[in-house]
T-cell receptor, first 114, second 114 residues
Framework: DTGVSQNPRHKITKRGQNVTFRCDPI?????LYWYRQTLGQGPEFLTY????????KSRLLSDRFSAERPKGSFSTLEIQRTEQGDSAMYLC????????????FGQGTRLTVV | GNSVTQMEGPVTLSEEAFLTINCTYT??????LFWYVQYPGEGLQLLLK?????DKGSNKGFEATYRKETTSFHLEKGSVQVSDSAVYFC?????????????FGKGTKLSVIP
């Protein structure tokens, strides 16, 4: 399967703990995106990379959130000092730089903060 | 800022009924428009897209036409099937403004009954 891969699929953590999620995009895709989706809502944009450069960040992305894409391949999203309001589905997507605007989504990581 | 408004669900239809899901948008630039679908237990998949005014996107019997004058991109299908039961998201990307983030509507849940 050469789609976007996200790990873990589910994460339960206690409030105040740090969590890290990983996303492996489609191999030839230069652009990588993180979104957050809560129940009954559409995905909300968090941040976007082109290769290893983080080019856009949403105002939703508080200073407890950090994302990296160190070699322009996989990406990690870390949430420090988790809060119950961080419970959501975290989606990763990728797209090629050339050839269109279609973004391909992974199945997401569901975070539950207890 | 950019925004997408979809008709609220849930929508319940009998098999072979006609489907319309309304979508209107607000954008600062000239966006590309998308419909994404999320089947139960699966990730978001692109259903169709249109990149300029009067373009019609189509896929799997679904259609939507980019109407700049009414800022709309309504999704239609002439005869729905049980397998079309899913959540449908309208989205825009305003890449002309230098942003590659998708802005999503809240989603419309469709249930098709035999």
């Amino acid at each position: 399967d050469t789609g976007v891969s996200q790990n873990p699929r589910h994460k339960i953590t206690k409030r105040g703990q740090n969590v890290t999620f990983r996303c492996d995009p489609i191999s030839e895709h230069n652009r990588l995106y993180w979104y957050r989706q809560t129940l009954g809502q559409g995905p909300e944009f968090l941040t976007y990379f082109q290769n290893e450069a983080q080019l856009e960040k949403s105002r939703l992305l508080s200073d407890r959130f950090s994302a990296e894409r160190p070699k322009g391949s996989f990406s990690t999203l870390e949430i420090q000092r988790t809060e119950q309001g961080d419970s959501a589905m975290y989606l990763c997507a990728s797209s090629p730089t050339l050839g269109g605007t279609e973004a391909f989504f992974g199945q997401g990581t569901r975070l539950t903060v207890v | 800022g950019n925004s997408v408004t979809q008709m609220e669900g849930p929508v319940t239809l009998s098999e072979e009924a006609f489907l319309t899901i309304n979508c209107t948008y607000t954008a600062t630039g000239y966006p590309s428009l998308f419909w994404y679908v999320q089947y139960p237990g699966e990730g978001l998949q692109l259903l169709l897209k249109a990149t300029k005014a009067d373009d019609k996107g189509s896929n799997k019997g679904f259609e939507a036409t980019y109407r700049k004058e009414t800022t709309s991109f309504h999704l239609e299908k002439g005869s729905v099937q049980v397998s079309d039961s899913a959540v449908y998201f309208c989205a825009l990307m305003d890449s002309g403004a230098g942003s590659y983030q998708l802005t999503f509507g809240k989603g419309t849940k469709l249930s098709v009954i035999p």
